[in-house]
């Protein structure tokens, strides 16, 4: 017999009539095996937490406190189906609180309460999944290493990162990711039946809302913390019970195992658990950032964001070579076309120029006629707004870009219809013509998101995207017929919070002294994030051995 079953037969009113107790289990980190000084979220690490927690004596109800951005699916599922059948066994409620964040697997975590609580400004929500890897096959031939793989199975290899992509090989991984976002999609539906209060498209697509906004979209079910509410339900003389995981203070604070695990594997594991201390904290910065900038827009008005200017489509723009911008609005007739000739000369002069048409809306026009009666449509329109890229020194046009589904309401555009002469294609004249784009966007009129879409078999479109910063946001498979072609879409984005950060790098990679007399770049254009993210493949020569696959059931994150 339990010592407190014993006290209860004491004429002492406090043991004979206990208060109500309520068992507290944290949920805190990123879910899975990450091997960080901060353990993460496993089924066989809260396997005996949980158990502790649904069988504490005089128990009235569960409570979880969730903070967590999220981490693998699999683990999500395990701990939150194993939290329902315990109580389900043991026929408690079970109370789950987001208190900073309780994204994507955190989020599925906190479904596994019968009511859900968030604070106001709790990040809630991002129901989606994602699996990110490298490719490095240029760099290979740059460094002068040369490739050798030996497989025994036709997609044993699939996504090398030091092979091209396949598009078959990223079908299928998207097959994958779509059947573990349905798995996340119908355990939400089932744990929110009849409470969600919008639709599916909007919910499932991986957006993330403050508790405010999710108590309005039916994602939780209240606002509050697990001490006031749980008062409210049981008063306030309710006792939350902690439920450790056993382990002693020391272990705890160092991340180290529990005794019965010998301490020479916890040693030989101290470095890969310090790398994954930094994997951790980059994924908690991200969501951190992310989540500062959410709450930040929700506070804004529409009339704010563009800094009174007032315009339905953004001014003409003459680009220069040289770093400097001159803006004016745009002239109609024939001046709208006092480039054409150049144009049409760079674009068409061979099979090489006319080579920048082929993914393009427009394809290459029969005859210079045709090509200026195309420019004159395109300077008539609103949007898209048409720019000639003309070099400053010798004054010849050399290219075209457009600002293109102008919103200005939502402070959201896309840079598109981008082309250059194939003397002007991977030069600094082209990067910084792009640059001068996304300053006026950002900086001149206060624009909160660029977008940058293409089609997703234009592979220098996307090295492009990627290269200025872009984000990946995922493909829209069949989403356009263009030129009689089927055309999934690639979608990239830029948002305003990021664009400090890529000015900066930008500035100093278009710096006259990062520029040899040749022209040659002195070092390339790389970000701080992107060097942040490199620390995810540990070193450079670890990602040069270990490469038998580079997707796996580990790195899809829910």
Known sequence: MRLRSLLKKLPIERFRNPPPAVAVVVLSGIIGRVGGLQRGLTMRGLAWTLQRAFDLDDAKAVALVVDSPGGSPVQSALIARRIRALAAEKKLPVYAFAEDVAASGGYWLLTAGDELYADESSIVGSIGVVAGSFGFPQALQRLGVERRLYTAGTHKAALDPFSPEKPEEVQHLRSILDDTHETFRRHVRERRAG????????????????????????????????????????????????????????????????????????????????????????????????????????????????????????????????????????????????????????????????????????????????????????????????????????????????????????????????????????????????????????????????????????????????????????????????????????????????????????????????????GRQRRPLVRASDWRMLTRWRLWAAAFVAASGSVNAGDIAA
């Open 195 to 518: 409470k969600l209060k919008t639709d599916e498209d909007v919910l499932f697509s991986g957006r993330f809302w403050t508790g405010r906004a999710a108590l309005d979209l039916g994602l939780i079910d209240g606002l509050g913390d697990v001490r006031t509410v749980m008062r409210a339900r049981f008063g306030d003389k309710v006792r939350l019970r902690l439920i450790g995981d056993g382990r002693r203070w020391w272990r705890r604070r160092l991340g180290l195992p529990g005794a019965g695990m010998r301490a020479g594997r916890a040693v030989h594991e101290l470095p890969e658990r310090l790398l994954g201390a930094l994997e951790e904290r980059l994924m908690w910065e991200q969501i951190r950032a992310l989540s500062a900038s959410s709450a930040d827009s929700e506070r804004l008005r529409p009339e704010s964001l563009f800094r009174g200017t007032g315009r339905s489509c953004l001014p003409g723009l003459v680009l220069s070579a040289a770093g400097r911008a001159r803006w004016r609005k745009r002239t109609a007739g024939a001046r709208s076309t006092a480039h054409a000739a150049e144009l049409y000369t760079a674009s068409h002069a061979d099979e090489r120029a006319r080579a920048v048409w082929t993914y393009l809306w427009s394809a290459p026009f029969p005859d210079e006629a045709a090509f200026v009666t195309w420019l004159r449509e395109g300077a008539a329109a609103a949007d898209p707004v048409f720019y000639t890229i003309r070099d400053r020194a010798s004054g010849r046009a050399s290219g075209m870009a457009a600002f293109m589904r102008i919103a200005p309401k939502d402070g959201v555009l896309e840079i598109g219809h981008i082309w250059f002469a194939p003397a002007r294609q991977r030069t600094r004249a082209a990067t910084e013509a792009l640059v001068l784009m996304l300053r006026h966007a950002f900086d001149d009129l206060g624009y909160r998101r660029v977008e940058w879409k293409c089609n997703a078999l234009n592979a220098p479109s996307r090295r492009a995207a990627r290269r200025l910063g872009f984000r990946f946001e995922g493909i829209f498979f069949r989403h356009m017929i263009i030129k009689g072609r089927n055309r999934d879409t690639a979608w990239y984005a830029m948002l305003a919070e990021e664009w400090p950060e890529r000015r900066a790098a930008f500035d100093g990679w278009l710096a006259a002294a990062n520029f040899d007399a040749e």
